[in-house]
């Protein structure tokens, strides 16, 4: 039996940068700092499309603009939540897209917000929350069986489960969903420029490039708590 080749993995995709080289079409210029969706690493290599770069305002710092990527999945989201103003939300996980959905959650409107952190009974802590008419939005990537009794559950609350993939929202607008990836990483960004989302709390470790390897050990065996690591490449 042959020996299985290694592959290299490539790792985090939210990528803030200075275009130092551009194509004749480009209509950025070089010396302009971008949001790409982009591998970890000191300089990447991209179609200059909107799926895979936009371009950072000025008065939004590099390391907060790396948020970008992660906000527009927090927006798809509360997007598909569908949101209603004086609705009461649950948000179960506080990691750094979790506490970006608590937060545009207030943009909306929703009154109370509630944070549920890790918990092994988050489960039934999920079904109490869910009033008559309630919507379950399932984000997390999970293969776990999760058993539900149909009626008492779901049919007699009459409950709505909603399944949320950040990469199924169009890249682009269309006619049939008016938001998009792409619109939704420029909201982001517009957002933390005027201060409507508050990050600077969520970046628990601003790391140099040298310090990777330690880091991530210290996450596999769970020695490090965290809810964003910042790598500066420069």
């Known amino acids: 039996m042959a020996q299985a080749e290694k592959r290299e993995i490539e790792l985090g ?33 991209l179609k200059a499309t909107p799926s895979h770069l936009v371009k950072v305002p000025e008065g939004v710092p590099p390391d907060i603009a790396t948020i970008g990527i992660l906000g527009s999945v927090a927006f798809h989201i509360i997007e598909r939540a569908e949101i209603k103003l004086c609705e009461s939300v649950g948000i179960l996980g506080l990691g750094m897209v979790g506490s970006l959905c608590l937060q545009l959650s207030k943009i909306c409107g929703a009154r109370p917000v509630i944070g549920i952190d890790i918990n092994e009974h988050r489960l039934e802590i999920a079904k109490e929350i869910l009033g008559i008419g309630g919507r379950l939005i399932l984000t997390s990537f999970t293969n776990e069986f999760i058993y539900f009794r149909v009626h008492n559950d779901i049919v007699d609350k009459e409950l709505k489960i909603i399944g949320a993939h950040q990469p199924k929202c169009p890249i682009e607008k269309v006619p049939y969903y008016p938001f998009s990836q792409v619109k939704n990483r420029i909201l982001t960004l517009e957002f933390l420029k005027d201060g409507i989302l508050k990050v600077n709390k969520l970046i628990t470790h601003r790391i140099k490039k040298d310090k990777i390897p330690e880091t991530y050990s210290l996450l596999i065996e769970n020695d490090i708590r965290s809810t964003r690591i910042l790598i500066d490449w420069r």
């Open 13 to 45: 995709y939210s990528f803030v940068g200075i275009i130092v080289e551009k194509g004749q079409k480009f209509n950025l210029n070089e010396g302009e700092r971008i949001l790409a969706l982009a591998p970890h690493a000191s300089y990447v290599k």
